[in-house]
């Protein structure tokens, strides 16, 4: 069974700090999805990473990689309160079309 | 293009009542899946729809059930409702063999 765990699970971070969310996920998969959720939202596609390696930027936030790990890292940098968000990685099982595996999100909170 | 739309965005019902969610995939895709996310918790896969059929089914009762239409559209059922099913039911569209999938911004159900 694919399980993906994200950590921390809270995250409270002063505007222009740098941190790094975690997730980790247990079986071999080779796309790894991170999502952003306002509260009462829907789901905003963050990133889509399909290879070992891959690195994706937009804006203040960077996200990678490393399938021999099993694990990708969401880093921010310099925060501003407009981050402040849930964040969601998940991961398909490796057959292909298949749903989506959610972790249970990092609710990152900015403050001045 | 209007996206992934969903119908309604709210509804409050009565413990034992049945519910039907509505959803419109993303023009173009052909796969439609549903997710709850309970509070505070990641979206937890119900069941995906394919060329009208159900593909596959996460770990949730007979009391859901869906139909997915020949225009790719979808309806989740829920019946004999329980306060535990209070949750934002997440409808997600792609295409079959894609990369991504769509989210639409959600029903919230709250059973009283």
């Known amino acids: 069974e694919l399980k993906v765990e994200q950590n921390p699970l809270f995250l409270s971070m002063q505007e222009g700090k740098n941190y790094t969310i975690y997730c980790n996920y247990s079986t071999t998969s080779d796309r790894l999805y991170w999502y952003r959720q306002d509260p009462g939202k829907s789901l905003e596609s963050l990133f889509v990473?399909?290879?070992?390696?891959a690195v994706k930027q937009e804006g203040r936030l960077m996200a990678s990689l490393d399938t021999k790990a099993r694990l990708s890292t969401l880093h921010i940098t310099a925060a501003v309160h407009d981050l402040s968000a849930t964040y969601f990685c998940?991961?398909?099982?490796?057959?292909?079309?298949?749903?989506?595996?959610f972790g249970k999100g990092t609710r990152l909170s900015v403050i001045a | 293009d209007a996206g992934v739309t969903q119908s309604p965005t709210h509804l409050i019902k009565t413990r034992g009542q049945q519910v039907t969610l509505r959803c419109s995939p993303k023009?173009?895709?052909?796969?439609v899946s549903w997710y709850q996310q309970a509070l505070g918790q990641g979206p937890q896969f119900i069941f995906q729809y394919y060329e009208e059929e159900e593909r596959q089914r996460g770990n949730f009762p007979d009391r859901f059930s869906g139909h997915q239409f020949p225009n790719y559209s979808s309806e989740l059922n829920v019946n004999a409702l329980l306060l535990g099913d209070s949750a934002l039911y997440l409808c997600?569209?792609?295409?079959?063999?894609?990369?991504?999938?769509?989210f639409g911004q959600g029903t919230r159900l709250t059973v009283v």
């Open positions: 998940a991961v398909d099982s490796p057959s292909g079309n298949t749903p989506l595996v």
């Open positions: 023009s173009g895709h052909d796969t």
């Open positions: 997600a569209s792609s295409l079959a063999g894609g990369i991504e999938a769509f």
């Open positions: 990473l399909l290879s070992n390696g």
